[in-house]
């Protein structure tokens, strides 16, 4: 049986919109049959991966996500000295092993960007330089240098982002990289409706003795609610992707469980000042099937008016209560450890240890 790591977090947010759809307005989400404030999974991810807390905590061991893998490559044998054309070959060689690469036309005819966006490892990205150096200085045919550039996308990674969240490369299935991570869409355990804020701005230097009126109107959608987040990591999984190295895939496991305590995405962040951290956290550890504990809040819980206890309280309970049912419906044998901020009860770290092969 592999070893799961299961991570369950409440997170308050007040006026914020942290993800927009296509209208500007914060995603959202029907759940219990009442519309739901929602953030989703892939903002979450690389909100997360692109972080301090992440990159710090996996001492910089993390991919980079981009199509202008040949550009980068284009660039550095310029800066080298090489001919354009020379660079331009040599970036085309190695980048068409991570994807097809876009069609010329007439404002850039000799274009090295790829199609897809390529999840690449800092060790393929340093050899794929080396293969197109060799290639430009003619140490390498075209087929060598394109048959070692494609032997440097291998089943295991460095880059602990890699590792946790997984790759494909489109033109190569069977390179794929299956993501040791997987990471729900955390929503609002109660009702949220998004309101509207109707701003304007004021110029400066008008005197107001002509006009008197605003430079600039304009609306913001925003909603508010405490979300509940969960993710869970196949640890076993997670080792192999880092090719066996246990240490690395603890302060993974670390970095990435700090990350969803700490982190959000960005959206209208300096206008909402929507900087928070998680009022609880659950992590829990066992070889059973993973499972959420969304059905807590399936019933939209209800405002405080209603009840003596807070919300955050009440959601406290709710996903303990749940988890306990869980346990005791299917006999799951799960160690767990809690930060519980409003009782002032556990720590980050006392959760985060539960996760490391040390513990």
Known sequence: MSDFV??????????????????????????????????????????????????????HRVGTRTQMLGTRIKERLQEEEFKEETAVAAARTVAQMFGRIKSANAREPERTE???????????????????????????????????????????????????????????????????AEV????????????????????????????????????????????????????????QNLDGDRALADQALAAFIQGLATVAPIGKQKPFGTRARASYLRVERGTATPRS????????????????????????????????AFAAAYGDDIASRTMNVPDRTGTLQDCIALSQDAA
């Open 293 to 324: 504990l969304a059905a807590a809040f399936l019933t939209p819980m209800q405002p405080r008016e209603t009840s003596e206890q807070p919300m955050l309280t009440r959601a406290i309970a709710e996903l303990e209560g749940t988890a306990e």
């Open 114 to 180: 790829i199609e897809q966006l390529a999840f690449i490892d800092p060790e393929e990205e340093r050899g794929a330089l080396d293969v197109a150096r060799r290639y430009a200085k003619d140490e390498l045919s075209e087929d060598d240098a394109g048959e070692a550039a494609k032997g440097l996308i291998q089943n295991a990674v460095r880059a602990t982002d890699i590792a946790l969240f997984g790759r494909m490369f489109a033109d190569r299935p069977e390179m794929r990289l299956n993501a040791a």
């Open 6 to 59: 299961q991570i369950h977090f409440l997170t308050a947010y007040p006026a914020s919109c942290l993800v927009r759809d296509d209208t500007g307005r914060p995603k959202t989400m029907t759940f219990g049959g009442v519309p739901r404030g929602r953030i989703s999974s892939a903002a979450l991810k690389r909100a997360i991966r692109t972080s301090d807390e992440f990159t710090e905590g996996v001492e």
């Open 184 to 239: 729900a869409h955390p929503f609002t355990v109660d009702r949220a409706d998004t309101d509207v804020d109707y701003y304007v701005a004021v110029d400066d230097l008008n005197d107001r003795q002509e006009d008197a009126g605003s430079a600039f109107i304009g609306e913001q959608g925003f909603l508010t609610g405490l979300f509940y987040g969960y993710a869970n990591v196949n640890k076993d999984l997670l080792i």
